[in-house]
């Protein structure tokens, strides 16, 4: 089954006519879905307070204090979905990889991997390793009712890139000197993280999730061709694996401009664009059979009121004619922006395309 089949002879969830479950689907909505990227984080003086003092792996571990987060921007702003509260190295961390989140400077990692040696240390994830992503997803599902609860989780090119570098890297001459210099391990280093990405959006679905996004932060670092040859095959393969459970798969990246029709093809439902493409260009990039998500500058944000409304009138004007628009910033929320702003955002976005 597709995303974008009705399944039959099955009880129809809560959330399954909503409009943000809809719009993946590519069919009518009674107004444009609005989430954000990063919409429960440090923007929120209600998700400072409750993380003080806590660790952001191990906030990631604690059932009630996820839920809590992830419910804090739907009740805030009255976004059409929410996004389960994690990070994209939480599997990773629970198949036994020495790592932390470091304050400003994010995932780094003890060992890094450069060998075939190195490789062995990745095992396979198990549900039973996360525990508290079945526990919170629960929760969570109780709580939103029919609002759609997104999982998700890092695709396997950017965790590789985590991996081998040892933590974020601008140039990525690490991981890229081993896609060029042992083709077959970095194969064999992204396939497995195939798995392990697979098994872990797996377990947030049968718990609940009513649809999933890959985030590939980094791929845009990469030439068309290098994608194609070296990283679609691993991205594939996780929508492959999760393509029978039927809900919408998103796929996103940053800087992907010249890979759009590629993320397309990699499997994906919706494909998530930046703000550097305009979306009537981007649909025109994807083909047909995606809805698209995006696109508005979270720099946008800092702007007057007014600018910011031009700014997504734009997105909207761009998006007219597409069958399925899910209107998103073109990356995450900044930690800056005030909360009134995306709150006034989405009333704004839902006035301007009522139907």
Same mark, same amino acid.
Request: net charge negative; charged share 25%; aromatic share 6%.
């Given at each position: 089954?597709?995303?974008? $089949?009705?399944?039959?002879?099955?009880?129809?969830?809560?959330?399954?006519?909503?409009?943000?479950?809809?719009?993946?689907?590519?069919? !009518?909505?009674?107004?444009?879905?609005?989430?954000?990227?990063?919409?429960?984080?440090?923007?929120?003086? @209600?998700?400072?307070?409750?993380?003080?003092?806590?660790?952001?792996?191990?906030?990631?571990?604690?059932? @009630?204090?996820?839920?809590?987060?992830?419910?804090?921007?739907?009740?805030?702003?009255?976004?059409?979905? %929410?996004?389960?509260?994690?990070?994209?190295?939480?599997?990773?961390?629970?198949?036994?990889? $020495?790592? +932390?989140?470091?304050?400003?400077?994010?995932?780094?990692?003890?060992?890094? =991997?450069?060998?075939?040696? +190195?490789?062995?240390?990745?095992?396979? *994830?198990?549900?039973?390793?996360?525990?508290?992503?079945?526990?919170?997803?629960?929760?969570?599902?109780?709580?939103?009712?029919?609002?759609?609860?997104?999982?998700? #989780?890092?695709?396997?090119?950017? *965790?590789?890139?985590?991996?081998?570098?040892?933590? !974020?890297?601008?140039?990525?001459?690490?991981?890229?000197?081993?896609?060029?210099?042992?083709?077959?391990?970095?194969? +064999?280093?992204?396939?497995?993280?195939?798995?392990?990405?697979?098994?872990? *959006?797996?377990?947030? =679905?049968?718990?609940?999730?009513?649809?999933?996004?890959?985030?590939?932060?980094?791929?845009?670092?990469?030439?068309?061709?290098?994608?194609?040859?070296?990283?679609?095959?691993?991205?594939?393969?996780?929508?492959? %694996?999760?393509?029978?459970?039927?809900?919408?798969?998103?796929?996103?990246?940053?800087?992907?401009?010249?890979?759009?029709?590629?993320?397309?093809?990699?499997?994906?439902?919706?494909?998530?664009? $930046?703000?550097?493409?305009?979306?009537?260009?981007?649909?025109?990039?994807?083909?047909?059979?995606?809805?698209?998500?995006?696109?508005?500058?979270?720099?946008? /944000?800092? #702007? &007057?009121? @007014?600018?910011?409304?031009?700014?997504?009138?734009?997105? /909207? +004007?761009?998006?007219?004619?597409?069958?399925?628009? =899910?209107?998103?910033?073109?990356?995450?929320? /900044?930690?800056?922006?005030? &909360?009134? %702003?995306?709150?006034?955002?989405?009333?704004?976005?839902?006035?301007?395309?009522?139907?």
């Amino acid at each position: 089954m597709s995303a974008n $089949d009705r399944p039959v002879g099955q009880q129809q969830t809560a959330t399954y006519d909503s409009a943000f479950l809809r719009a993946c689907r590519r069919e !009518p909505v009674p107004h444009t879905p609005v989430w954000f990227m990063r919409q429960a984080g440090r923007s929120l003086p @209600e998700y400072r307070k409750v993380r003080e003092g806590i660790a952001m792996l191990d906030s990631c571990m604690r059932p @009630e204090l996820v839920t809590e987060i992830t419910l804090q921007p739907v009740r805030r702003h009255g976004v059409d979905a %929410a996004i389960y509260f994690s990070d994209i190295v939480v599997p990773l961390k629970a198949i036994g990889v $020495d790592l +932390d989140i470091k304050p400003g400077i994010g995932p780094v990692v003890e060992n890094p =991997i450069r060998s075939r040696a +190195d490789l062995e240390r990745l095992r396979a *994830l198990e549900p039973g390793d996360v525990p508290y992503v079945t526990e919170a997803i629960g929760m969570l599902t109780r709580e939103l009712g029919g609002t759609p609860l997104i999982g998700f #989780a890092g695709a396997p090119f950017t *965790l590789a890139s985590y991996l081998v570098e040892g933590g !974020p890297s601008r140039n990525h001459e690490h991981t890229k000197a081993l896609m060029y210099g042992d083709p077959q391990l970095w194969a +064999d280093l992204l396939d497995r993280l195939a798995d392990i990405t697979a098994a872990f *959006l797996k377990v947030q =679905i049968e718990a609940g999730a009513s649809a999933v996004q890959l985030f590939d932060s980094w791929v845009g670092a990469l030439a068309p061709a290098d994608y194609r040859r070296s990283v679609m095959p691993a991205s594939r393969k996780v929508f492959d %694996a999760v393509a029978s459970y039927g809900v919408p798969r998103i796929h996103f990246g940053v800087g992907t401009g010249e890979l759009l029709g590629l993320l397309g093809e990699a499997g994906a439902d919706v494909v998530g664009v $930046d703000w550097r493409v305009p979306l009537d260009e981007a649909a025109r990039r994807v083909g047909p059979g995606k809805a698209l998500q995006g696109n508005l500058d979270p720099a946008v /944000l800092f #702007a &007057p009121g @007014e600018a910011v409304e031009a700014k997504a009138r734009e997105v /909207l +004007d761009a998006a007219a004619g597409l069958e399925g628009h =899910i209107f998103n910033l073109g990356h995450g929320v /900044l930690p800056n922006t005030e &909360p009134e %702003a995306l709150t006034r955002l989405v009333e704004y976005v839902h006035a301007q395309t009522a139907r």
